[in-house]
C-alpha cells in the first residue's frame, strides 16, 4: 500500500464516482443525478483537515454546480475534456504536485490525467480494466458511498480521522 500521508488534494471525477453514473432527464430536460449523503458528509467532515477536494468532470450541470456549492467545494472544473491540463493548473494554483495527489475516477475518460496520480482508486462499479490499473478499488458503488470510503481512507491513514471528525462535530449548529 502507498504512503497516503503524502496526499494533500483529492480529485474526483463526478457521473459513475459522485453519482451512482446515470443522468436522467424529464420531458423538459431538466437533469436530476443520485448523489449520496454519507459522500456529502465525508467531504465536509474532509474540509476541517488540510487536504483539498476537487471535482473535475467533462460534462456541465447545474445540478452538480448546486452540489458542490451546497458542500462548500470551490474547486469545480465543469466542462472540461483535458482532465490532465487543468489538474496541472489546479496544482500549480495549489503549489502541489502529482505525488500528493489520489484520483478517483471510473472510466478512460479519467486515465490520462488518474495515471499521474500518486493515488489512483475507483468506485466498485468502474469498468474492469480500470480497477485493473488502480491502487485501490473501494467497496462501495460511486454515488453509494465510494468517495466517502476513499476520505475515511485517507484520514485515518494520516493518523488525523478522528481530530478532523471532532473539529466537525465542535462546529455543528446544535
Same mark, same amino acid.
Given at each position: 500500500?502507498?504512503?497516503?500521508?503524502?496526499? $494533500?488534494? !483529492? !480529485?474526483?471525477?463526478?457521473?459513475?464516482?459522485? @453519482?451512482?453514473?446515470?443522468? !436522467?432527464?424529464?420531458?423538459?430536460?431538466? #437533469?436530476? *443525478?443520485?448523489?449520496?449523503?454519507?459522500?456529502?458528509?465525508?467531504?465536509?467532515?474532509? &474540509?476541517?483537515?488540510?487536504? *483539498?477536494?476537487?471535482?473535475?468532470?467533462?460534462?456541465?450541470?447545474?445540478?452538480?454546480?448546486?452540489?458542490?456549492?451546497?458542500? /462548500?467545494?470551490?474547486?469545480?472544473?465543469?466542462?472540461?475534456? /483535458?482532465?490532465? #491540463?487543468?489538474?496541472?493548473?489546479?496544482? @500549480?494554483?495549489?503549489?502541489? $504536485?502529482?505525488?500528493?495527489?489520489?484520483?478517483?475516477?471510473?472510466?478512460? /475518460?479519467?486515465?490520462?490525467?488518474?495515471?499521474?496520480?500518486?493515488?489512483?482508486?475507483?468506485?466498485?462499479?468502474?469498468?474492469?480494466?480500470?480497477?485493473?490499473?488502480?491502487?485501490?478499488? @473501494?467497496?462501495?458503488?460511486?454515488?453509494?458511498?465510494?468517495?466517502? #470510503?476513499?476520505?475515511?481512507?485517507?484520514?485515518? #491513514?494520516?493518523?488525523?480521522?478522528?481530530?478532523?471528525?471532532?473539529?466537525?462535530?465542535?462546529?455543528? &449548529?446544535?
Amino acid at each position: 500500500m502507498k504512503d497516503l500521508k503524502k496526499i $494533500k488534494l !483529492i !480529485i474526483l471525477d463526478c457521473d459513475g464516482v459522485l @453519482t451512482d453514473g446515470k443522468i !436522467i432527464y424529464d420531458n423538459h430536460r431538466v #437533469e436530476s *443525478k443520485n448523489f449520496s449523503t454519507h459522500d456529502g458528509l465525508g467531504a465536509k467532515i474532509l &474540509s476541517y483537515s488540510d487536504i *483539498k477536494l476537487s471535482v473535475v468532470t467533462g460534462r456541465s450541470s447545474k445540478v452538480v454546480a448546486q452540489r458542490c456549492k451546497d458542500l /462548500n467545494i470551490s474547486l469545480l472544473y465543469q466542462n472540461i475534456q /483535458n482532465k490532465k #491540463e487543468t489538474i496541472k493548473q489546479i496544482l @500549480t494554483k495549489l503549489d502541489l $504536485k502529482w505525488d500528493q495527489v489520489a484520483y478517483m475516477g471510473d472510466d478512460w /475518460n479519467d486515465w490520462p490525467a488518474m495515471e499521474l496520480a500518486y493515488f489512483k482508486t475507483c468506485p466498485q462499479n468502474a469498468i474492469d480494466d480500470i480497477k485493473a490499473r488502480v491502487d485501490f478499488v @473501494t467497496s462501495r458503488s460511486g454515488g453509494d458511498g465510494a468517495v466517502r #470510503e476513499l476520505i475515511d481512507k485517507i484520514l485515518k #491513514e494520516q493518523g488525523i480521522y478522528e481530530e478532523t471528525v471532532q473539529a466537525f462535530l465542535n462546529n455543528l &449548529s446544535i
